[in-house]
């Protein structure tokens, strides 16, 4: 089976992928959700097998792993060797750009690093930000990320120039598996949140990565199944008489 599998006529040449990783709440997901519809899916080994219907009564099914997009719009996105994959479907895509969205569990941080949810990680030797399509991120005061975890348990073979994420999912994977000659301008954004309702997190987020892209939304429209999706629907006030 190949690693991707095209559902409509989208080609993600000089588009920015996003790709969203899935740590410890859903506003990576929400965020996608805000920003674009499915266009390919993705081989599913390496993740839970689960299927659901999709948004709106779509047609088709909603699988673990898939690419949204649409050739309107300059961006893409998509959720050891899931990672390596995901790196070579990136680096023949076409790409200009990679944006990884991520999240960190909001009871680790420093004092200064409650002055804002959200930073960045920028792994060492990636091609230079100022004149590509994620310049505007060099501008924009969104602090660097540093781990308030120590890292001194790690074996030497585990270090890497990427802070530990706590809560990050695969997110610190992703960015160390980054190759020496990788030629695409690749940022990771990061947010501070927990277990919860994450619709206003994904919100902000979604905000920001449209500040990042140079996208002009005037109003974010919240998807029809966070009506009932997120915590299902309510109870029947008749059962209470």
Not at 70 to 99: H, P, Y
Request: glycine share 8%; hydrophobic share 40%; with cysteine.
């Amino acid at each position: 089976m190949t690693f991707y599998h095209p559902t409509t006529s989208f080609s993600t040449k000089g588009k920015v992928l996003v790709v969203v990783r899935m740590p410890i709440s859903d506003s990576r997901q929400l965020t996608e959700d805000k920003l674009s519809k499915v266009a390919r899916i993705f081989d599913p080994r390496n993740l839970v097998p689960v299927v659901g219907a999709r948004e709106d009564d779509l047609p088709g099914i909603t699988t673990p792993l898939e690419l949204f997009g649409r050739d309107d719009v300059n961006v893409a996105s998509s959720k050891q060797d899931f990672v390596d994959s995901l790196l070579e479907f990136i680096r023949t895509s076409g790409a200009s750009a990679v944006l990884v969205i991520g999240g960190v569990d909001m009871s680790n941080r420093t004092d200064p690093q409650m002055l804002t949810p959200t930073c960045q990680i920028v792994p060492p030797g990636i091609p230079d930000l100022t004149s590509g399509p994620l310049a505007a991120l060099t501008t924009l005061p969104i602090p660097v990320y540093t781990s308030p975890v120590s890292q001194v348990l790690h074996s030497d073979a585990e270090r890497t120039a990427i802070p530990f994420i706590p809560g990050g999912g695969l997110s610190r994977r992703l960015l160390s598996s980054l190759s020496e000659t990788w030629q695409i301008p690749t940022v990771c954004l990061l947010q501070y949140v927990m277990e919860g309702d994450n619709r206003s997190d994904a919100q902000l987020m979604a905000a920001v990565v449209s500040k990042v892209l140079q996208i002009d939304v005037l109003n974010w429209k919240q998807p029809s199944s966070w009506g009932h999706g997120l915590f299902g629907t309510p109870h029947d006030q008749t059962l209470y008489g």
